[in-house]
């Protein structure tokens, strides 16, 4: 029996990779629209099911609609900006378009959600992170992406703000020492979703090709007799065609 | 207009849900089925679609078949395993428990995979890494994420192991210094999928409350009337039901 139980049919492998495919990072068009209490409820518990190393869970998720703490995040975004500024100085055209793209909403975002990293739950034993410590904000990190996927689906934009300083969140939102900020993130909903991801289409950065970053048994290996067959379909994927 | 193009309508909601929730971190009950080209090249891509700070797209994907190389990597698997007992010699109870779960499925699976993180792409000034430079490694979690989900949705069985020394894939996979390995995955075909996590089952772990940790404005303020409407739909969602 090669059919797994409870497995998915074409149309709902579509929609995987649909949210996959659609799913941008958004700081702009927000609406003036609140979260229903139960989209907020449903996209949470997503990203609560994200796996975790030893099945730790050690994610906390602070809500944010405040806006006088939303201001003092925004200050602390202007200054990290600033500075960034700075170190592009000697390229002009560079420094043009930086200082040109939107890098974040979060005046604008319905709500902010910080979400941190505790090392020390249901610690100090826990299993799977005796050799790698970094996993356990590894586990932070799918879910985040689990809640930006069911957040799109929900028709929510997502924007990950990092240009900002994690010792002034921790103060501004009360993060006790020992647990870690791991991403700020703007949501809302939004008039409508770009196409291509807003770096692409302004031309900061091309999407690389999945071959070039694709290896064969080992570092930079890209031929492959073995692999012949996955390298074909690898070579043939045609990326400008994934989002429709 | 409050609705966004390319908008979800119910059934894929409920497709992209279920995916969520029926992930499952496997290390067992893998088929002796080989994973076809096209497919492979579909789950990659999504990988490969995630997000990434500045658009960097840090991520490289080797793929391991070669049996020669799963032993040695199997090795240091067993090595560090032998070093996390140690670490719970004096309980016992645990200890047993500890040793009887399957934490890796290295040789079984169809194939393995391991997931690096190159700060230098792109680089040196990636936009939004400027203030935080850990953002690099955090897109790539997002990028195994996003694996795992397709891989699901595929019916492919997707396992973590953690219990394993980067120095020594780094040698194993001959990755350069400046290239971190992030995560090396078992991935192939199972007979099933399990209803809930193994953790979870075997008792070692229980899965925590939503409400346990969500916080309103600020770290561990559970209480707020403000969000009144979002706590009740928190402490109502059973997560029993979750997975059908």
Request: charged share 30%; glycine share 4%; net charge neutral.
């Amino acid at each position: 029996m090669n059919t797994p139980q409870n497995s998915f049919v074409q149309y709902e492998k579509d929609a995987v990779y649909k949210v996959i495919f659609s799913r941008r990072d958004v700081r702009a068009k927000f609406l003036d629209k609140k979260i229903p209490g139960n989209i907020l409820a449903r996209i949470l518990n997503a990203a609560h099911h994200a796996p975790s190393v030893g099945f730790s869970q050690p994610w906390d998720f602070i809500l944010v609609g405040d806006l006088k703490i939303r201001e003092r995040i925004k200050q602390s975004f202007l200054e990290e900006f600033q500075k960034s500024v700075r170190m592009i100085e000697s390229d002009q055209e560079r420094k043009h378009k930086y200082t040109s793209l939107k890098l974040e909403g979060i005046l604008e975002s319905s709500m902010n959600i910080c979400i941190t990293y505790d090392p020390e739950r249901f610690g100090p034993f826990v299993l799977g992170r005796t050799s790698i410590s970094e996993t356990g904000v590894y586990s932070v990190c799918c879910a985040i992406q689990n809640l930006w996927l069911a957040a799109r689906a929900e028709g929510l934009g997502m924007g990950w703000v990092s240009i900002i300083s994690n010792s002034k969140i921790r103060e501004i939102l009360e993060i006790p020492e020992h647990v870690s900020p791991i991403a700020y993130l703007c949501i809302g909903y939004v008039s409508e979703f770009e196409e291509t991801p807003d770096l692409e289409r302004s031309g900061w950065l091309p999407r690389l090709n999945l071959e070039d970053v694709v290896c064969y048994e080992k570092w930079r290996v890209r031929k492959s007799e073995k692999w012949a067959e996955a390298r074909d379909e690898i070579a043939r994927t045609d990326f400008n065609k994934v989002v429709k």
